[in-house]
T-cell receptor, first 120, second 114 residues
Framework: EAGVAQSPRYKIIEKRQSVAFWCNPISGHATLYWYQQILGQGPKLLIQFQNNGVVDDSQLPKDRFSAERLKGVDSTLKIQPAKLEDSAVYLC??????????????????FGEGSRLTVL | AQSVTQLDSHVSVSEGTPVLLRCNYSSSYSPSLFWYVQHPNKGLQLLLKYTSAATLVKGINGFEAEFKKSETSFHLTKPSAHMSDAAEYFCVVSPSGSARQLTFGSGTQLTVLP
């Protein structure tokens, strides 16, 4: 089966410019996540969608970051205006519906290869 | 509240020697624990997971981890390192019963020397 697709893989912009990242999850996966991974750190959750609804966006800097998943399939993460500290890899992940229905937390997320953003 | 501490940011071993990557956790709940691996320019991949069943968990590629509640540890081991094991490894904790709120450690970079 096809994995999680992300684009672009690399993006270089100047501060105060805008950028958008796209993610297409594994077919049939209802849950989609965006993570930010700063160099030398572990991934940090930005936002989680269940179908086209937001489950958790408590860590999303809403003054500059926005994300949508209008049809419950692919998703877009936007940053406007970008700051130097936004330089990071933006990871998209998805998980199957079974992960949420099961009593036990399977915790298996399927990650894309990431979009590396450099802000100059 | 939950957190995870990976005790070594870098580990270097020779090919064929054992691997030990250390992880301590803190959780208010009975946790689920995971190890993910990230090869260069690749997405993260699940290695193994502990979800309150057997305390010794076997994963892919010969890795295993032991959940020790008394020590709040979940160290990752492999008897014999292979060159292809060179990657970054993340220990992850989550409240049991919740598919969200995965908290990642800061990662351990494993180097395998020929």
């Amino acid at each position: 089966e096809a994995g999680v697709a992300q684009s672009p893989r690399y993006k270089i912009i100047e501060k105060r410019q805008s950028v958008a990242f796209w993610c297409n999850p594994i077919s049939g996966h209802a849950t989609l996540y965006w993570y930010q991974q700063i160099l030398g750190q572990g991934p940090k959750l930005l936002i989680q969608f269940q179908n086209n609804g937001v489950v958790d966006d408590s860590q999303l800097p809403k003054d500059r970051f926005s994300a949508e998943r209008l049809k419950g399939v692919d998703s877009t993460l936007k940053i406007q205006p970008a700051k130097l500290e936004d330089s990071a890899v933006y990871l998209c992940a998805s998980s199957s519906p079974r992960s949420l229905r099961d009593r036990e937390n399977t915790g298996e997320l399927f990650f894309g290869e990431g979009s590396r953003l450099t802000v100059l | 509240a939950q957190s995870v501490t990976q005790l070594d940011s870098h580990v270097s071993v020779s090919e064929g020697t054992p691997v030990l990557l250390r992880c301590n956790y803190s959780s208010s709940y009975s946790p689920s624990l995971f190890w993910y691996v990230q090869h260069p320019n690749k997405g993260l991949q699940l290695l193994l997971k502990y979800t309150s069943a057997a305390t010794l968990v076997k994963g892919i590629n010969g890795f295993e981890a032991e959940f020790k509640k008394s020590e709040t540890s979940f160290h990752l081991t492999k008897p014999s390192a292979h060159m292809s094991d060179a990657a970054e490894y993340f220990c992850v904790v989550s409240p049991s019963g919740s598919a969200r709120q995965l908290t990642f450690g800061s990662g351990t970079q494993l180097t395998v020397l020929p």
